[in-house]
């Protein structure tokens, strides 16, 4: 035969080696248990099931979730081997929606956004009085990522015994924000109450006592304390975000020391969205407002605001004018 005098009908096929269409439909996993994330390894994720710390999982991603961030805090669906045996591998095949995230950039020129820790209800702003000397700029951009993140923040002042506490929490009179001391020789009669039944992280650069204070809220937490280096900045003592369970009820979220904080995702109306007393009035403001009042913006709504209205107008403008200072 020539070529021309084949047919289709001619091609020969081997049996059993066809190949099978490739589909898209993906199990929908309806047996799928739930679980919190509680820590970050080298592409492994450590979860409680159902919440309940005393049910570990080590669990891997899903190939059909592909490069799908999960952090610390977030809550995934997750099937397979959910013995929490050594050498057990279970997978996660969901990450449901945050209710609330802890983002920062690395600095205020990187488009970049990475997110800390997602769920959290509270954010325990940790900071020394001294040895390292407090920084108000440091605070300021913590209440920031907190109003945007839809967190609760909260100031937390430790070493109360090299420094009062009173003159730096003064300068935050005008925000409403609760602040707690947690010096060595201070009770937690106050602050552990604050944590029970509630997802807090804790932010605070090196050094400010942030794992002592973890171990005292856990005691069998087991996290490392260090000291701080002679040029007054804090070797960093953790080196991973982990979520640990509160006696009662509740997880704290300890996270490494940080050395800046970058806010280049957030936007002029995502802090003053956070004060529900100015959100309404900022609605009149001209496109692209910046809400600094004159001279930047001479046309900012918040000028018309008396009384009391005004000291938190001020407080907000403080924090804004922080959106164009250095990171720290």
């Known amino acids: 035969m020539k070529a021309a005098d084949y047919d289709e009908s001619d091609v020969r096929v081997r049996p059993g080696k066809g190949s099978r269409p490739r589909t898209k439909n993906r199990p929908d996993h309806a047996d ?118 839809g967190l609760t923040p909260i100031l937390c002042l430790t070493k109360s015994d090299l420094a009062p506490p009173e003159p730096f929490a003064a300068q935050f009179v005008d925000l409403d924000l609760i602040v707690l001391t947690a010096g060595r020789e201070d009770p937690l009669d106050v602050v552990a109450p604050m944590l029970q039944g509630h997802v807090t992280v804790l932010l605070g650069h090196s050094g400010v006592g942030k794992s002592t204070l ?54 002029p109306d995502d802090v003053v969205q956070a004060f529900s007393d100015l959100a309404e009035a900022v609605q009149d403001c001209p496109r692209g407002c910046g809400h600094m009042g004159p001279p930047a913006d001479p046309e900012c709504a918040l000028d018309e605001l008396t009384g009391p209205a005004a000291a938190r107008v001020a407080a907000a403008r403080r924090l804004l004018a922080t959106l164009n200072e250095p990171a720290y």
Not at 86 to 103: C, E, N, S
Not at 221 to 242: F, L, M, P, W, Y
Not at 253 to 258: C, L, M, N, S, V
């Open 214 to 267: 973890v171990n005292r809220l856990v005691p069998d937490a087991d996290r490392a304390t260090g000291s701080v280096t002679g040029v007054g900045k804090g070797r960093h003592t953790s080196t991973q975000s982990i979520a640990l369970p509160l006696r009662g009820s509740g997880w704290v979220i300890d996270t490494p020391g940080i050395r800046s904080f970058g806010l280049a995702h957030i936007a």
């Open 32 to 149: 799928a248990a739930e679980a919190m994330v509680v820590t970050v390894d080298r592409g492994r994720w450590g979860c409680a099931l159902d919440g309940d710390p005393d049910r570990h999982v080590t669990a891997m991603r899903a190939r059909e979730l592909g490069r799908t961030p999960i952090v610390v805090g977030d809550e995934v669906d997750i099937v397979g081997d959910l013995s929490g045996r050594t050498d057990t591998l279970a997978r996660i095949v969901r990450r449901k929606d945050r209710r609330t995230v802890l983002r920062r950039t690395a600095d205020d020129t990187d488009p970049t956004e990475r997110v800390v820790v997602a769920n959290a209800d509270q954010l325990l702003i940790v900071v020394a009085l001294a040895d390292p000397p407090p920084r108000t700029g440091f605070v300021e951009r913590a209440l920031i990522a907190a109003y945007a993140g």
